[in-house]
């Protein structure tokens, strides 16, 4: 409900916007580049005039049946490869698949997700690289490697968590994960803030430095009823961004936990902390609403 949606074909704006107008949307004269995230960094990401990537293509050659995937743009300049996908889109919308063994046994399988544009078109494919102990014994807090693939089934993102507290009261060996782009090159990091009252994330580039903050509510429930999570500044007073987990219908959260999520953020962003972004919604699936069994 909360979610928005921006089209593509539109000239580019900023989502960066003060806190107390968090709904709305315009020009800002502030710019969140990759620049501001990555100073040491010489990052120079072309956007491609608006509609080159937002018409969706049914069941090109060589690509799977069903749902379409979306086309390759050109790859900007000095863009990991397999990201170039992430430079021209504000908005990814992060599907779970329901695992009927799960439904029926209440085994804990191995989680497997759609990553799909603004209009249903298919970016990336996620999946969960876990034994069945691991995934069983362990529940929310376990330690899992997951695997994100393209089109082609080439892994241009991998995300590694390790087992860490899962506990709110305990104020060491808190939450993290981290992104690499491609695999065994760290872009970055999410790592949980304590707070007493608070769910709270830093993002970091992949020097360990702090570029962004995430906060959520108190009480982190998405009964009848969405769950968002601003991504500010660090000082936060500026509204960069949401991580918005949706309800997805009373069967669906009653009897799995199969979810879908939704991640907004600039679309000139860098493709990097784009990336980092997926994993931060994957680490808050994983903590607050993957069903412990």
Same mark, same amino acid.
């Given at each position: 409900?909360?979610?928005?949606?921006?089209?593509?074909?539109?000239?580019?704006?900023?989502? $960066?916007?003060?806190?107390?107008?968090?709904?709305?949307?315009?020009?800002?004269?502030?710019?969140?580049?990759?620049?501001?995230?990555?100073?040491?960094?010489?990052?120079?990401? @072309?956007?491609?005039?608006?509609?080159?990537?937002?018409?969706?293509?049914? /069941?090109?050659?060589?690509?799977?049946?069903?749902?379409? +995937?979306?086309?390759?743009?050109?790859?900007?300049?000095?863009?990991?490869?397999?990201?170039?996908?992430?430079?021209?889109?504000?908005?990814?919308?992060?599907?779970?698949?329901?695992? @009927?063994?799960?439904?029926?046994?209440?085994?804990?399988?191995?989680?497997?997700?759609?990553?799909?544009?603004?209009?249903?078109?298919?970016?990336?494919?996620?999946?969960?690289?876990?034994?069945?102990?691991?995934?069983?014994?362990?529940?929310?807090?376990?330690?899992?490697?997951?695997?994100?693939?393209?089109?082609?089934?080439?892994?241009?993102?991998?995300?590694?968590?390790?087992?860490? !507290? /899962? !506990?709110?009261? !305990?104020?060491?060996?808190?939450? *993290?994960?981290?992104?690499?782009?491609?695999?065994?090159?760290?872009?970055?990091?999410?790592?949980?803030? +304590?707070?007493?009252?608070?769910?709270?994330?830093?993002?970091?580039?992949? /020097?360990? *430095?702090? $570029?962004?903050?995430?906060?959520?509510?108190?009480?982190?429930?998405?009964?009848?009823?969405?769950?968002?999570?601003?991504?500010?500044? @660090?000082?936060?007073?500026?509204?960069?961004?949401?991580?918005?987990?949706? +309800?997805?219908?009373?069967?669906? *959260?009653?009897?799995?936990?199969?979810? /879908?999520?939704?991640?907004?953020?600039?679309?000139?962003?860098?493709?990097?902390?784009?990336?980092?972004?997926?994993?931060? !919604?994957?680490?808050?699936?994983?903590?607050?609403?993957?069903?412990?069994?």
């Amino acid at each position: 409900g909360s979610l928005f949606c921006l089209n593509s074909s539109r000239s580019s704006r900023h989502i $960066v916007y003060p806190k107390h107008q968090a709904g709305h949307i315009g020009k800002q004269a502030g710019h969140l580049g990759s620049q501001a995230f990555y100073p040491g960094g010489q990052h120079s990401y @072309l956007v491609p005039p608006a509609g080159t990537a937002g018409i969706p293509v049914q /069941n090109q050659p060589g690509r799977p049946a069903g749902v379409p +995937w979306m086309p390759a743009p050109p790859p900007p300049l000095n863009c990991p490869p397999g990201l170039e996908y992430l430079s021209q889109i504000d908005m990814i919308l992060i599907h779970q698949q329901i695992e @009927l063994l799960e439904v029926l046994f209440s085994f804990e399988s191995s989680n497997v997700y759609d990553i799909k544009n603004s209009f249903g078109q298919r970016i990336y494919f996620a999946a969960e690289d876990t034994n069945f102990c691991t995934r069983n014994c362990c529940g929310r807090s376990r330690p899992f490697t997951l695997r994100i693939t393209d089109n082609v089934g080439r892994e241009v993102i991998t995300l590694e968590r390790p087992l860490r !507290c /899962n !506990c709110c009261c !305990c104020p060491c060996c808190l939450q *993290e994960i981290e992104i690499q782009a491609p695999p065994g090159v760290p872009v970055g990091y999410v790592t949980q803030t +304590w707070h007493p009252c608070l769910t709270k994330f830093t993002i970091k580039n992949q /020097n360990r *430095e702090d $570029v962004l903050k995430i906060s959520g509510p108190c009480i982190v429930c998405s009964c009848f009823a969405g769950v968002d999570f601003e991504i500010t500044s @660090l000082d936060e007073q500026m509204v960069v961004g949401r991580i918005s987990k949706h +309800w997805s219908g009373l069967l669906r *959260e009653a009897f799995t936990d199969a979810d /879908n999520f939704g991640i907004q953020f600039p679309r000139d962003l860098d493709v990097k902390l784009k990336a980092v972004m997926i994993g931060a !919604c994957f680490l808050i699936d994983y903590m607050f609403f993957e069903r412990t069994r």
